[in-house]
C-alpha cells in the first residue's frame, strides 16, 4: 500500500462538487451537510440566489439550493488498477 498512499495525488484528481436540491430532498441535503460538517471537511452553502449567481449557465428548478465541497474529487480507474498491481 506504501505506493498508493505514496502516488494518491497521481490516482485521483481534485475537482470539487455540487449538489443540488429541491424541497423535496431537503431533508437529505440536510443530514449530507450535517455529517460533512462533523468531519471538519469544508463546505459551502449557497441560496437559490447565489446557486443562479454562482452558476449563470445552468438551469434550476425554483427553490433549488446548493452544497459545494471544494476538496471533493474523483478517482482515476485505470491509474488505480496500475497501482493495485504493483502492490500484488
Given at each position: 500500500m506504501a505506493y498508493v498512499y505514496?502516488?494518491?495525488?497521481?490516482?485521483?484528481?481534485?475537482?470539487?462538487?455540487?449538489m443540488t436540491y429541491g424541497k423535496n430532498v431537503q431533508h437529505l441535503a440536510e443530514e449530507i451537510r450535517d455529517t460533512v460538517k462533523e468531519c471538519n471537511i469544508p463546505l459551502i452553502e449557497l441560496s437559490e440566489e447565489e446557486l443562479v449567481k454562482r452558476y449563470p449557465m445552468m438551469k434550476f428548478s425554483p427553490g433549488h439550493k446548493g452544497l459545494i465541497e471544494e476538496s471533493a474529487g474523483l478517482l482515476l480507474p485505470p491509474r488505480c488498477l496500475n497501482a493495485l498491481k504493483v502492490e500484488i
Open positions: 505514496h502516488h494518491l495525488s497521481l490516482l485521483s484528481r481534485q475537482t470539487g462538487i455540487l
